[in-house]
Structures are given as C-alpha cells and as structure tokens.
C-alpha cells in the first residue's frame, strides 16, 4: 500500500518539523548567513541552479552538526541527535505503552 508521502517519517519528525524548519531559514536568511543564488523558472515559480543546491545542502549540514546546549539536559546536541533521540522515545512509547514526550527546544 503506497499513499503518496512516507507517513512514518512524517509522524516520527512531525513535532519536530516547524521549530527546525524555521531555524533552518531563519539561520539560512540572518546576517552573515550564505545568501543562496536562486534562478527564476520563467512563470514556474523559483528553482535553485546548481551553485545554490550546493550551498543550501553546505549550510544544511553546517546547521544539522552546529552544537547547542539543551536546556533541560545542559548537554551539547545537534539536530540529529534530537532526530535521534525523538525517534528512540517514539519506539519506547510504541514498545513499552508509555507517556510520549516531546522535545522543548525552549523551556
């Protein structure tokens, strides 16, 4: 059964998705972030040309694996980490029946 969209993916990263989303362009967009070259499609809305995929996917990377310090844990993580740890946290909720927490990036 194939619906179109990879539904597990969508629910393990759902909480997730709007607070990195915004820090990602908000990190992409500030001063002294990367500016990325963007082409104009001719009436097809906006496509990245090649030098701007490849910076987008650099500064991706550099935002992924940049440290921050939790503020419930005081430990250093990155947003892969807290991908990770959200998605052991889905898989003890789904195995052992218990509460789900979400991740507070602030508190």
Same mark, same amino acid.
């Not at 500064?59 to 990155?78: G, L, V």
């Given at each position: 059964?194939?619906?179109? @969209? +990879?539904? #597990? &993916?969508?629910?393990?990263?759902?909480?997730?998705? %709007?607070?990195?989303?915004? =820090?990602?362009?908000?990190?992409?967009?500030?001063?002294?972030?990367?500016?990325?070259?963007?082409?104009?499609?001719?009436?097809?809305?906006?496509?990245?040309?090649?030098?701007?995929? @490849? +910076?987008? #996917? &650099?500064?991706?990377?550099?935002?992924?694996?940049? %440290?921050?310090?939790?503020? =419930?844990?005081?430990?250093?993580?990155?947003?892969?980490?807290?991908?990770?740890?959200?998605?052991?946290?889905?898989?003890?909720?789904?195995?052992?029946?218990?509460?789900?927490?979400?991740?507070?990036?602030?508190?």
């Amino acid at each position: 059964m194939r619906y179109g @969209r +990879a539904s #597990l &993916t969508s629910d393990l990263l759902g909480d997730l998705r %709007s607070q990195m989303t915004d =820090r990602l362009v908000l990190y992409l967009i500030s001063p002294g972030g990367e500016a990325l070259p963007v082409c104009l499609g001719g009436g097809q809305g906006m496509r990245m040309d090649e030098k701007a995929i @490849r +910076a987008y #996917l &650099t500064n991706y990377e550099k935002f992924m694996t940049a %440290s921050f310090t939790d503020k =419930r844990s005081r430990e250093q993580k990155n947003y892969r980490k807290v991908i990770r740890e959200n998605i052991a946290r889905t898989e003890q909720v789904l195995m052992e029946n218990t509460d789900y927490r979400p991740y507070i990036f602030y508190s």
